[in-house]
């Protein structure tokens, strides 16, 4: 498969080989049961584990609520460990991504992606890669660092619905202590859960013994991962509303549009199989499809002079964007490398659920449904990763930025 951009091949190295060729090819040739099976396997969320939160190191409350529209939305902030400052195991993980503070390879091509954004960046790129470094070698962490390396913020959107219940977008963890389920279950009982993406279903098993009777609302790829882990509740098979089949569509179409709920599943994005959501034509909710931004700047709604000033806790993911997001790195200087290599059968995409099409077919029904997304009514958007209000126009040129070179044609 050729994908309509000019893209760095993507390596997976054991000793000196890339072994990626070879997989994918592997993957494309075995039966899909198998591929499906080794999907499972290896995504699937594990029921007895969390990531460590901050009410775990400290005690203190993980949880910050803000009511974006009065009583209708609210937007929860969940404070976990970011893994790839703590473990080890984590961080020779992302070497598979091309981050590697011990690669002199990284090192120049992070400084090339740093470029791009001006001699200031430059400069901070060269402190962050000492920084990283000296994190990757560290054997123990004091009581502070462990603190500054409590980072990730995970975000939940909870939706009252006209009837006083709940819709939960990408649900995460559900507290006793600091009061924080009396207040979750105070606003309404949680009648629904929309997994936004495939990729966000750590916290699932959790949330379905809370709230077993919750309709679900997902993907075939989700769905999957839930049952590998026996998580699905009710003794379900299938989840309540699979939008890869048409009529579960249309059915969670139609109930959920009488609470003034509008879905767009970006059909095609093999990858995460995002799930987009408005609110009463006033709010978008979208997850995994924000990286850059239209400025050439941005990552994951942060702009250049915040991440400019951002400490040593933010070093991870300006390395991030400077190697991954930023020219030469990225064709576009906003889309990591690796999610152009999801879309290619010959690359990562033969290791999804769906292998993306050899015709560039996939390309093409992600950029239609992106068109179709984007021209639903709404005023501002919200995004589980960026955590900035968007402005309608923002959030369409944002997402053109990333996405415009799917099929050579303009989003907008």
Request: proline share 5%; hydrophobic share 40%; net charge negative.
């Amino acid at each position: 498969m050729v994908l309509p951009v000019n893209i760095e091949p993507m390596k997976i190295k054991v000793g000196p080989f890339n072994i990626l060729p070879a997989m994918a090819g592997a993957y494309k040739l075995m039966p899909v049961s198998w591929a499906h099976k080794a999907y499972v396997k290896q995504n699937a969320p594990d029921p007895s584990k969390f990531p460590r939160d901050l009410h775990d190191l400290t005690g203190e409350n993980p949880y910050t609520m803000e009511e974006v529209v009065p009583g209708r939305l609210w937007e929860v902030t969940y404070l976990t460990e970011n893994m790839a400052m703590t473990d080890k195991k984590t961080m020779d993980g992302m070497k598979v991504l091309g981050i590697d503070p011990t690669s002199e390879e990284f090192k120049e091509k992070a400084l090339a992606g740093a470029a791009s954004h001006g001699p200031e960046a430059e400069e901070l790129c060269k402190q962050d890669l000492v920084t990283a470094l000296e994190w990757y070698n560290k054997t123990s962490l004091t009581p502070e660092e462990e603190r500054l390396a409590f980072s990730d913020k995970n975000r939940m959107y909870v939706v009252r619905l006209s009837t006083g219940e709940l819709l939960l977008y990408n649900a995460i963890r559900v507290r006793e202590e600091h009061g924080f389920k009396a207040w979750l279950d105070g606003l309404g009982k949680v009648v629904w859960v929309v997994i936004g993406s495939c990729f966000h279903t750590s916290f699932l098993p959790h949330i379905f013994k809370l709230y077993p009777d919750a309709k679900i609302v997902g993907t075939t790829a989700a769905q999957e991962k839930l049952k590998g882990a026996q998580a699905l509740p009710r003794g379900l098979d299938t989840l309540d509303f699979n939008l890869d089949i048409p009529e579960h569509e249309t059915r969670a179409a139609s109930d959920l549009g009488g609470h003034g709920i509008k879905l767009a599943y970006i059909k095609g994005d093999v990858c995460t199989n995002a799930i987009c959501v408005t609110v009463d034509n006033k709010v978008m909710m979208s997850v995994d499809l924000m990286y850059g931004g239209a400025d050439g700047h941005k990552m994951f709604g942060i702009k250049r002079d915040e991440w400019m000033k951002g400490g040593v806790d933010m070093h991870g993911l300006r390395l991030f964007r400077f190697r991954l997001m930023s020219k030469p790195n990225s064709p576009n200087g906003a889309l990591p490398g690796y999610r152009f290599h999801m879309m290619d059968s010959d690359s990562l995409g033969a290791t999804m659920w769906e292998m993306p099409a050899s015709d560039s077919s996939s390309l093409k029904q992600m950029a239609k449904n992106l068109r179709k997304m984007l021209g639903m009514d709404f005023e501002m958007a919200l995004d589980i990763h960026c955590g900035a209000k968007m402005e309608r126009e923002e959030f369409r040129s944002d997402i053109e930025a990333n996405w415009g070179w799917l099929d050579g044609g303009a989003l907008l």
